[in-house]
């Protein structure tokens, strides 16, 4: 009945769409399997992509010519560049969507690659043969053949919600939970763990009274998040916020005998930087309030999300208070929220190219490795994909260095440290965030694409090569190019920066703090012209190139610095037992987790830099 | 220091006293045989099953079962010994007769040779101590005088590091508000405070600058205070520095020009080393060879800290003096001017060569004496003890000796005037967070890296936030 398939993903969120998309353009034959068609690519928890490091990560993928990106430009609702006021390593694109077209376009965009075939069943357990996995099997006791598998099982596994004192088997509100997968894998020699996670409640738009609420619209000129020539919205929906209370704080603390988190029926961790409304109150009992953001799911729907209400105490209390909050008196409840325990497997247990040590050919992406987060869970699978094509093809895995985008410190974060409560990118986590800005995710990235040979990834390096050429021009123009006092001292004065009194160049005049590209633009009649023929993005490259490239400089000199450590190999046989100068934790780890790299190496965590010098020693540095 | 593969795995051997006759010696083995290879000439109780920090009588025998000497062998198991692996130490008779014939029987037993500094190095490499404590320990083997004992023995006990830790704290907390006001910027999070975070900078700048200005006394405290004797050909230089050491070292004589080459001696005055140079006397050189050495002499002054000046009061008139000095006195040097001779003319005041007319001599300490009959010696003694601690921060402070600390630290400075200058200019706080990070890794690089776990977990600990 089924050919053997060269990448089966199991799984169809946004780990799975973006495995089974990858693995695809690269020419595998590739199954996605699911439970239920009908629920591909949803948004679990709230309807939006992107946000302060996310973003980054989306467009990353979009990079990776990867469709997160695609989908919710057709789809958004609202865009708001974050961080504005920050640098531009800061600037974070976020979108609203709307939950039923996101899904939807994602499924019509699946469904155009001849490359993908879908079954719609359960997948109850792995076939492992002498250490390599030959395929799957379903809940009525087929075998689907394959060469390579991807588990993307997001909280399916043996998933249970938590609603106050009631408990039950679930993998999502209204579905049901994976089962057979994990007792396999422990079976085969994983270490699998628990972790919980929460959604808010979703209520009735039509109940609330929107003028008691502050108003959040989307920006002006709205952008997006492919580097392709998607459309940007039209139209936008605002979203509002609204205010918690100490009424509101009082009748939630009823329900804390009741709550699954207090009361240790929930074992699982849960992040600390998405708390429940009860964690936050229960630990921040100082704070008179807290910021709810309610959004819109979508273009023709009424229900609404409420940001910032995470809850799994009983449905009565959280009706009680959102009631309290300013502009809800009248609120209807769609469904509460609840909290959500599934199995993780400590994402220790994979190679940096996200397949397992124990299993070859099986890799896993998403919340089976401990993240959180739809973008996250995308940039894993796109990458899965990418290595299980990699893998099938005998080829040497792809992987993303720390250096190179918010994809490689997400994935070496995950490999080398692991994490014990769900795991979500910021961007305090990378070294070197100057480089990493949404701005540029093409640059790092698209090359890396193309050298792939991912479908698509030729037109898309034409695009990044004009956009060099542009900022390379612009800058060499500015560089070139002078300008009297009196065509400048106007602007200058106007933004409180010292008059000049002699000719200078236009470059030393933008390295001003207080004087930006738009400013030159507006004063000076040549830099308008000059920047007429170029697209608003390859100006944004060329001011960002300039002013801020001591920074840059110094970023890039750190990178290399590091990366001669990234270039020292570790032979995977290497036998570390053998080191007895090495402490015992390293030889452990280092033994189990088999680095690719001296860089690598250094970051897991149990390594010393002591160690490290073990090491270098032994490999003759 | 490069250590091949293979030697790590070794088991190392070395006195570990001083060599010399003493009442006893210690004998220090470190490796996987450590254990083994005394116990094989330690006939009597099995070592291999004592516990560690256990202390055991016996003797050593050698060939043909011959008693070297009666020992006590004291066992440090594997991973609490002081490298991280097995190590014994064999206290034994003093003699370097029995010293080397110990040592011989251990290397033939299957030790080898330590080389200089690897039982520290392995300390370090076993995670025994961090790299600053590894340092300490490298001066404390060096030390050799009681001040820069004391202050090796503060930086293994976490001197250096813990105030430097302190420093770090504040500085997480600070990068964790920035971190926070970039991460979290669209919650309803409180913004740090740009007045009180500049405080908080200046205020670690302080304290940086503190650690750096003890830096010359550290320094001068482990390495001595280079000081240089210069003056006019029999102005007394070598008599006063035998004078100072109470020693013949140079050679003495009537005849100008005797001191040709200079000659370096180390006085220990109260704790405090001066490393003291005798020059070849300053005058316009006849022949080649004195040519030479008064070139040696003036570049031996421009290297040094300290210039004793001696001039003979009979023989040098003012002018002269002042000529002398003006040659001599450079800017990182702090001169004290010796009147020599005082006993052939006592009248001789400071006033007769510094007139207030010459105001660029105003500060210049005078110390009169007569170096034949040690006449005052201990008076110099006191100035130039003083002129080093002039410099010292107060004491207990914490005092840093170490290059490396000291580059690391003032990497860390320019971080963060960084810091302040792109707040004076607004620039944005990513910039900001950036050299914070930078000093932070500085900082890390004397006590150890902070991660961002480090500052996400400060974050979440400090502040309600997420959505």
Same mark, same amino acid.
């Given at each position: 009945m089924f050919p053997t398939y060269d990448v089966i993903v199991v799984g169809a969120g946004h780990a799975g769409c973006e495995a089974a998309v990858a693995a695809a353009n690269m020419g595998s034959k590739v199954m996605l399997a699911t439970m239920n068609m009908n629920t591909i690519a949803q948004m679990s928890c709230n309807p939006a992509m992107g946000g302060v490091a996310k973003g980054q990560i989306v467009r990353e993928i979009d990079a990776l010519c990867g469709y997160s990106g695609i989908v919710t430009d057709h789809t958004m609702v609202q865009f708001r560049m974050l961080n504005r006021s920050k640098g531009p390593a800061m600037w974070s694109p976020r979108a609203q969507s709307d939950r039923m077209q996101f899904a939807a376009r994602w499924r019509s965009m699946l469904e155009a690659n001849p490359n993908i075939d879908f079954?719609?069943?359960?997948?109850?357990?792995?076939?492992?043969? @002498?250490?390599?996995?030959?395929?799957?099997?379903?809940?009525?006791?087929?075998?689907?053949?394959?060469?390579?598998?991807?588990?993307?099982?997001?909280?399916?596994?043996?998933?249970?919600?938590?609603?106050?004192?009631?408990?039950?088997?679930?993998?999502?509100?209204?579905?049901?939970?994976?089962?057979?997968?994990?007792?396999?894998?422990?079976?085969?020699?994983?270490?699998?763990?628990?972790?919980?996670?929460?959604?808010?409640?979703?209520? @009735?738009?039509?109940?609330?009274?929107?003028?008691?609420?502050?108003?959040?619209?989307?920006?002006?000129?709205?952008?997006?998040?492919?580097?392709?020539?998607?459309?940007?919205?039209?139209?936008?929906?605002?979203?509002?916020?609204?205010?918690?209370?100490?009424?509101?704080?009082?009748?939630?603390?009823?329900?804390?005998?009741?709550?699954?988190?207090?009361?240790?029926?929930?074992?699982?961790?849960?992040?600390?930087?998405?708390?429940?409304?009860?964690?936050?109150?229960?630990?921040?009992?100082?704070?008179?309030?807290?910021?709810?953001?309610?959004?819109?799911?979508?273009?023709?729907?009424?229900?609404?999300?409420?940001?910032?209400?995470?809850?799994?105490?009983?449905? @009565?209390?959280?009706?009680?208070?959102?009631?309290?909050?300013?502009?809800?008196?009248?609120?209807?409840?769609?469904?509460?929220?609840?909290?959500? &325990?599934?199995?993780?497997?400590?994402?220790?247990?994979?190679?940096?190219?996200?397949?397992?040590?124990?299993?070859?050919?099986?890799?896993?992406?998403?919340?089976?490795?401990?993240?959180?987060?739809?973008?996250?869970?995308?940039?894993?699978?796109?990458?899965?994909?990418?290595?299980?094509?990699?893998?099938?093809?005998? &080829?040497?895995?792809?992987?993303?260095?720390?250096?190179?985008?918010?994809?490689?410190?997400?994935?070496?974060?995950?490999?080398?440290?692991?994490?014990?409560?769900?795991?979500?990118?910021?961007?305090?986590?990378?070294?070197?965030?100057?480089?990493?800005?949404?701005?540029?995710?093409?640059?790092?990235?698209?090359?890396?694409?193309?050298?792939?040979?991912?479908?698509?990834?030729?037109?898309?390096?034409?695009?990044?090569?004009?956009?060099?050429?542009?900022?390379?021009?612009?800058?060499?123009?500015?560089?070139?190019?002078?300008?009297?006092?009196?065509?400048?001292?106007?602007?200058?004065?106007?933004?409180?920066?010292?008059?000049?009194?002699?000719?200078?160049?236009?470059?030393?005049?933008?390295?001003?703090?207080?004087?930006?590209?738009?400013?030159?633009?507006?004063?000076?009649?040549?830099?308008?012209?000059?920047?007429?023929?170029?697209?608003?993005?390859?100006?944004?490259?060329?001011?960002?190139?300039?002013?801020?490239?001591?920074?840059?400089?110094?970023?890039?000199?750190?990178?290399?610095?590091?990366?001669?450590?990234?270039?020292?190999?570790?032979?995977?046989?290497?036998?570390?037992?053998?080191?007895?100068?090495?402490?015992?934790?390293?030889?452990?780890?280092?033994?189990?987790?088999?680095?690719?790299?001296?860089?690598?190496?250094?970051?897991?965590?149990?390594?010393?830099?002591? @160690?490290?010098?073990?090491?270098?020693?032994?490999?003759?540095? | 220091m490069a250590y091949s593969a293979l030697d790590l795995r070794d088991t190392i051997v070395a006195l570990a006293t001083p060599p010399g006759v003493g009442a006893i010696g210690v004998i220090r083995l470190s490796g996987p045989k450590a254990i083994e290879i005394v116990n094989g000439v330690f006939p009597g109780k099995d070592l291999l099953q004592q516990k560690s920090h256990t202390v055991h009588f016996g003797t050593i025998r050698g060939e043909g079962e011959r008693i070297i000497d009666e020992v006590l062998v004291t066992l440090f198991v594997a991973p609490t010994s002081y490298t991280g692996e097995n190590v014994v130490e064999v206290s034994c008779h003093g003699s370097n007769y029995i010293i080397q014939e110990l040592i011989r029987l251990f290397i033939k037993k299957g030790a080898r040779l330590a080389q200089a500094g690897e039982f520290t190095l392995r300390a370090f490499l076993n995670g025994r101590m961090d790299l600053s404590q590894a340092e300490a320990v490298a001066d404390l083997i060096a030390s050799d005088s009681e001040r820069s004992h004391d202050l090796a023995l503060q930086q293994m006990r976490g001197g250096i590091s813990q105030e430097i830790a302190e420093l770090r704290q504040q500085l997480i907390d600070f990068a964790s508000l920035i971190e926070l006001e970039l991460d979290f910027a669209e919650e309803d999070v409180e913004f740090a405070n740009r007045g009180e975070l500049r405080v908080l900078v200046e205020k670690i700048q302080r304290l940086i600058r503190q650690l750096l200005d003890s830096f010359r006394l550290g320094n001068a405290i482990k390495q001595g205070v280079t000081t240089v004797i210069a003056g006019r050909p029999n102005a007394g230089k070598s008599t006063l520095l035998n004078a100072l050491l109470n020693e013949e070292r140079a050679i003495v004589s009537e005849i100008a020009g005797t001191t040709r080459d200079t000659i370096e001696e180390v006085l220990n005055i109260d704790g405090v080393l001066f490393r003291i140079v005798d020059t070849a006397g300053i005058r316009d050189a006849q022949d080649q060879i004195e040519a030479i050495g008064v070139e040696k002499t003036l570049e031996k002054v421009r290297q040094s800290s300290l210039l004793i000046y001696v001039f003979d009061v009979i023989r040098t008139s003012p002018e002269e003096v002042r000529t002398d000095l003006d040659r001599l006195i450079h800017s990182n040097v702090y001169p004290v001017v010796v009147a020599n001779k005082m006993d052939l003319n006592p009248y001789t005041k400071r006033e007769h060569y510094f007139p207030a007319s010459e105001a660029r001599f105003a500060d210049l300490q005078w110390v009169p004496i007569v170096a034949k009959e040690s006449m005052n010696i201990p008076h110099l003694k006191e100035v130039l003890y003083q002129a080093v601690l002039s410099e010292k921060v107060g004491s207990d402070e914490t005092i840093i000796s170490n290059a490396r600390h000291f580059e690391a630290l003032e990497k860390a400075y320019t971080s963060l005037t960084d810091v302040l200058n792109g707040m004076n200019q607004q620039i944005t706080s990513d910039f900001i967070a950036m050299d914070i990070r930078r000093a932070l890794s500085y900082l890390g690089e004397i006590t150890g890296e902070v991660s961002t776990d480090d500052l996400l977990g400060n974050i979440f600990s400090r502040f309600c936030i997420g959505k």
């Open positions: 079954w719609q069943e359960m997948i109850v357990g792995l076939v492992v043969k @002498d250490g390599i996995v030959k395929g799957v099997r379903t809940g009525i006791g087929l075998e689907i053949p394959a060469r390579s598998v991807v588990l993307t099982n997001g909280t399916f596994l043996n998933g249970v919600i938590h609603i106050g004192e009631k408990q039950f088997g679930g993998g999502r509100a209204g579905e049901r939970a994976a089962t057979g997968i994990t007792e396999q894998l422990v079976e085969l020699g994983f270490e699998s763990g628990r972790m919980k996670t929460g959604t808010p409640p979703r209520i @009735d738009g039509r109940s609330l009274d929107w003028d008691a609420m502050e108003v959040q619209p989307g920006d002006e000129v709205p952008g997006k998040f492919s580097y392709t020539d998607t459309p940007t919205p039209k139209r936008q929906l605002p979203c509002h916020i609204a205010y918690t209370s100490q009424e509101v704080h009082d009748i939630l603390r009823t329900g804390f005998d009741r709550s699954p988190m207090f009361n240790g029926r929930i074992r699982g961790l849960g992040p600390r930087y998405c708390p429940s409304i009860e964690d936050k109150i229960d630990r921040f009992a100082d704070r008179d309030r807290h910021q709810l953001f309610v959004e819109p799911e979508g273009w023709d729907t009424c229900e609404i999300y409420v940001n910032g209400f995470s809850s799994s105490l009983p449905e @009565d209390v959280q009706y009680k208070a959102l009631r309290q909050v300013r502009g809800f008196e009248n609120m209807k409840m769609f469904r509460p929220g609840y909290a959500i &325990e599934y199995d993780f497997f400590p994402p220790t247990q994979l190679k940096i190219s996200l397949e397992t040590h124990l299993v070859k050919n099986l890799f896993f992406a998403g919340q089976i490795n401990g993240t959180t987060g739809y973008e996250e869970a995308g940039s894993q699978g796109l990458i899965a994909g990418i290595n299980a094509h990699l893998a099938v093809q005998e &080829e040497e895995p792809f992987v993303v260095r720390r250096s190179e985008g918010y994809i490689g410190v997400l994935i070496d974060d995950l490999v080398n440290k692991g994490t014990k409560e769900p795991y979500r990118m910021f961007t305090s986590r990378a070294e070197y965030r100057i480089l990493l800005r949404q701005d540029n995710a093409d640059l790092r990235l698209t090359p890396l694409a193309q050298k792939l040979g991912m479908a698509g990834s030729d037109e898309r390096m034409q695009r990044v090569e004009a956009k060099n050429d542009a900022a390379e021009h612009i800058e060499k123009v500015l560089r070139d190019l002078s300008v009297e006092p009196g065509q400048v001292n106007g602007l200058l004065e106007e933004k409180g920066s010292s008059p000049i009194n002699q000719k200078v160049k236009l470059h030393g005049i933008l390295l001003r703090p207080q004087i930006s590209m738009e400013d030159l633009r507006t004063a000076i009649p040549q830099v308008a012209e000059l920047l007429s023929g170029y697209e608003q993005e390859f100006v944004d490259l060329a001011e960002t190139n300039m002013k801020y490239e001591g920074y840059i400089r110094r970023e890039q000199e750190m990178v290399d610095k590091m990366n001669r450590l990234e270039e020292v190999h570790l032979h995977e046989d290497f036998n570390y037992q053998q080191l007895a100068s090495l402490s015992k934790e390293a030889r452990e780890k280092l033994s189990r987790m088999k680095p690719r790299t001296i860089g690598q190496a250094s970051r897991i965590s149990g390594v010393s830099p002591a @160690d490290i010098s073990v090491l270098l020693v032994h490999v003759g540095r | -």
